[in-house]
């Protein structure tokens, strides 16, 4: 049983294009969202994160956006370049660390 | 500061063995936690230790464990390897277990089960 469904499994985006990458979540007990972006042979490294009191935040070219009624987010990669073709993981988990659920991924392949 | 390192990187073993894999976390961190990546599944929670005491376990058989040593180093041990239980396995240490404790992840172990 997949609690956290994450969209699409795989993206091809233009150099300077928007990537969109879309999760939704079934408990409501999540109440902490973070993004990890994976490279081949690396481990996850946390991009971003949000709670659900928030309805966006952004760093730098990376943007969260959070629908708590619809239990759905989703990353914004603006500009997207070459370097941020890696694979996607949106995540939830309750009060922090504990247990974190990752969705699937999403491997972004980012073209000149 | 040195990252989580995690060892072997690499291991082939062959079905109904058993192993064990060891993950040293980023100095001063407490909290390790382990994860099952694969293809089909994708990152699965496998448990998460903090000051040697497990805190959370995911859903996975007995034949999964795992420990927590007074230095925060952590091995976990597989039993009766199954052929599904081929995989890449990710540590990840922590400071603490809470939101603002980001969590760090190591290479992975990468482990074939013939």
Redesign the interface.
């Known amino acids: 049983q997949q609690q956290v469904k994450q969209s699409p499994q795989s993206l091809i985006v233009q150099k300077g294009g928007i990537s969109i990458i879309n999760c939704a979540y079934e408990n409501t007990a999540f109440d902490?969202f973070p993004w990890?972006q994976q490279f081949p042979?690396?481990?996850?490294?946390?991009l971003i994160?949000i709670?659900p009191d928030v309805s966006e935040k952004k760093e730098g070219r990376f943007t969260i956006s959070f629908n708590k009624s619809a239990k759905q987010f989703s990353l914004h990669i603006m500009d997207s370049q070459p370097g941020d073709s890696a694979t996607y993981?949106c995540?939830a988990s309750i009060?922090?660390?504990?247990?974190?659920?990752?969705?699937?991924?999403t491997k972004l392949q980012v073209i000149p | 500061k040195a990252g989580?390192t995690q060892t072997p990187r690499y291991l082939i073993k062959t079905r109904g063995q058993q192993v064990t894999l060891s993950c040293s976390p980023i100095s001063g961190h407490r909290?390790v936690?382990w994860?099952q990546q694969t293809p089909g599944q994708?990152?699965?929670?496998l448990f998460?230790y903090f000051s040697e005491t497990q805190?959370?376990k995911?859903n996975f058989p007995g034949r999964f464990s795992g420990r927590q040593f007074s230095n925060s180093r952590s091995e976990m041990n597989v039993s009766t390897l199954e052929l599904g239980d081929s995989a890449l396995y990710?540590c990840?240490s922590?400071f603490?277990?809470?939101?603002?404790?980001?969590?760090?992840?190591?290479?992975?172990t990468r482990l074939t089960v013939l």
């Open positions: 902490y990890y042979g690396k481990g996850p490294a946390l994160a709670r993981f995540a009060g922090g660390y504990q247990k974190v659920t990752f969705g699937i991924g | 989580v909290s936690s994860y994708g990152l699965q929670f998460e805190r959370n995911g990710l990840a922590s603490g277990q809470g939101i603002s404790d980001t969590q760090y992840f190591g290479p992975g």
